[in-house]
């Protein structure tokens, strides 16, 4: 039988918040995002494959994709690039995406313990309503979901994280993040916090790069990564 979860502690630092990336974390949207991506790019005179375009822009944000692209090709690609990329993504989302294999469970177990959670993208909202929704993993969020549009600047700056932080209530210095890019990795650990980096899609390389030290590549072994414990109470006999 088992019992309550403890609370949630690392190397000795009392962690009071987990903070999550959105894709690659806790959705499997990466590969096709980029497809969508890729197939945009292309379409406007930069020739790419979704796999370079995923090297290239892991974490970054849409709309700053779309300078890199409009600097490449010395024209605008006007308001709609964007938003047609997402209708796109959305779409497709809707029919393919998963959960990140074993986080459902991670996540429950991270909330029982007592430990709070919550999201922070690059991405905005609408998106995560969409592939949070269609993975049923938004129940976990509800209330507690940000995005760098609040903050007016995007990863690899802090301030989303420090954001998500003082919303939260809890210092900088008791949350870690979990992230798989390089990009939030940097967010991370400038706004104070430790990372944990999760590399199953990209390898760990350059995670490890950014200064990222608790590596890992199975989701469902967070929570004992976190040092979240559920102890086994003996089953009463029956005399």
Known sequence: MTGHVLGCYTDGMK????IFD?????????????????AAMTEAGVEIMAED???????GKLTFIQKDVEAMIGRELGEDWVP????????LYRKELRAIPGIDSALSVISDSGTKICVGSNGPVEKMDVTLGVTNLKR????????????????????LY?????RMGV?????????????????GISAGMRVFGYYADHGPDGLAAVGVHELFDDM?????????????IPSREVG
Not at 15 to 18: A, D, I, K, P, T
Not at 140 to 159: N, T
Not at 162 to 166: I, M
């Open 15 to 18: 962690c009071e918040l987990v």
């Open 22 to 38: 959105c894709d690659g974390v806790l959705v499997a949207s990466e590969a096709i995002a980029n497809r969508i991506i890729a």
């Open 53 to 59: 375009a995923l090297k290239r822009f892991l974490g």
């Open 84 to 91: 047609n990329i997402y209708a796109k993504q959305f779409k």
């Open 140 to 159: 976990h969020f509800e209330g507690r979901i940000f995005s760098a549009d609040m903050v007016g600047i995007p990863k690899p700056e802090p301030d």
């Open 162 to 166: 420090l954001y998500c932080a003082e």
């Open 171 to 187: 210092a900088p210095e008791n949350c870690v993040v979990v992230e798989d890019s390089p990009t939030g990795a940097r967010a």
């Open 220 to 232: 469902a072994k967070l929570p004992e990564l976190l040092g979240i414990a559920t102890p086994d």
